[in-house]
């Protein structure tokens, strides 16, 4: 079991920067891949970014690429998404979660999720 809780959401201005974190407990995270994921009022949950856990490679939506980056850190089990650039469409409950498995870009990939973090970007 690993359990996550994310935190570093809030309200911001178009422009602005936040940072998402990732704290985990439990299993191993180290031996977890890391993703995070988004969710809209009304809109299906999405991919943001993924990190793999044994190499480290990131994977980014293309709605984020050049905007977000995502890393971890393994000693502090803790994960984080640094996003830059934000612009009310990217206003969603945030998400991180575990995973296994290589293929990162699905949902239904991963294991364990967090209870998710409120980013609100106003124009």
């Known amino acids: 079991q690993v359990q996550l809780v994310e935190s570093g959401g809030g309200l911001v201005q178009a422009g602005d920067s936040l940072r998402l974190s990732c704290a985990a407990s439990?299993?191993?995270?180290?031996?977890?891949?890391m993703g995070w994921f988004r969710q809209a009022p009304g809109k299906e949950r999405e991919f943001v970014a993924a990190?793999?856990?044994?190499?480290?490679?990131?994977y980014y939506a293309d709605l984020v690429k050049g905007r977000f980056t995502i890393s971890r850190d393994n000693a502090k089990n803790t994960g984080y998404l640094q996003m830059n650039g934000l612009k009310p469409e990217d206003t969603a409950v945030y998400y991180c979660?575990?995973?296994?498995?290589?293929?990162?870009?699905?949902?239904?990939?991963?294991?364990?999720w967090g209870q998710g973090t409120q980013v609100t970007v106003s124009s």
């Open positions: 979660a575990a995973s296994t498995r290589y293929a990162l870009f699905a949902a239904a990939n991963y294991d364990y």
């Open positions: 439990g299993r191993t995270f180290s031996t977890y891949a």
């Open positions: 990190i793999s856990w044994d190499t480290g490679y990131t």
